[in-house]
């Protein structure tokens, strides 16, 4: 049974270890850095731990059990994977276990390939157990994506992670963006519009005009074209140099306030 000291001092060198993880610089990990981020010294730090591999596995072991355990609670279907989801983000321990490059000792990083490897196959399962999937898309792909989303909304260096995680606490990536289909009036609506490159924009059947900035005139053009409100948001966040979440916001004020002046 560990003192309360001791337990106290375990705590902080797994915490520490979490930030470095967090940081997906585990890999260059040292004894020297862990004991600067975790507040105690050299060799306090080697009374509670005989070496760097035994800390390490103590790390993975302990992250691991606590994943373990995220699984076992969660719910079938649909909302169990969403639910799974929201509390890897909330606890972002679990994220960075998930997420960050491996040591370079050979069996901690087997060891923690393990726990990744059971994780994928948990998923992967509910997965196969879910009611509705994309038709004709395997298990493979869609435990794939999900991964890959997961890694992109946890990435430190990726300027869209917030946004991705917003969108992953409540859809699961291959499902519609959250613009919906009925976000703009219908396409034949779309097509009567005169629009030009000023931005005048006049609909012949009830007299009104207005002028649209760049953007809007682009997303008018686009809709005349497409109905795929999804594809549009991807195009303005490309050829606009913008983040999606800005994307979508500008695009639903947009749509509301063209639907007033097509009434």
């Not at 519009?193 to 059947?205: K, T």
């Not at 760049?214 to 109905?227: K, N, P």
Request: net charge neutral.
């Amino acid at each position: 049974m560990k003192t309360k000291i001791a337990q106290t001092r375990w705590k902080q060198v797994l915490r520490a270890i979490d930030e470095i993880a967090g940081k997906d610089q585990l890999a260059f990990i040292t004894t020297q850095r862990v004991s600067r981020q975790s507040g105690i010294s050299d060799g306090v730090l080697f009374r509670h731990f005989s070496t760097k591999e035994v800390m390490l596995a103590t790390w993975v072991e302990t992250r691991g059990d606590q994943l373990r355990l995220l699984l076992d609670a969660m719910p079938a279907g649909r909302s169990g994977l969403i639910y799974l989801l929201q509390q890897l983000f909330q606890q972002k321990v679990l994220l960075n276990f998930l997420c960050c490059q491996p040591m370079d000792t050979p069996y901690l990083r087997q060891l923690l390939d393990s726990y990744r490897l059971q994780f994928n196959r948990v998923i992967q399962t509910r997965i196969e157990l879910m009611s509705s999937t994309p038709i004709g898309v395997t298990s493979d792909v869609l435990i794939d994506h999900l991964m890959q989303s997961i890694y992109r909304a946890w990435n430190p260096d990726n300027p869209e992670r917030d946004w991705q995680k917003e969108h992953l606490m409540n859809q699961l990536p291959w499902e519609k963006n959250e613009i919906k289909d009925n976000t703009f009036p219908s396409q034949d609506i779309m097509q009567r519009l005169a629009l030009n490159d000023s931005g005048f924009v006049f609909d012949p059947v009830n007299g009104k005009s207005f002028t649209a900035n760049e953007t809007g005139i682009y997303a008018l053009r686009f809709l005349q074209h497409s109905s795929d409100s999804e594809a549009l948001l991807v195009a303005i966040a490309r050829d606009f140099e913008v983040s999606q979440s800005d994307a979508a916001r500008d695009i639903t004020e947009f749509s509301s306030q063209l639907r007033k002046f097509l009434q």
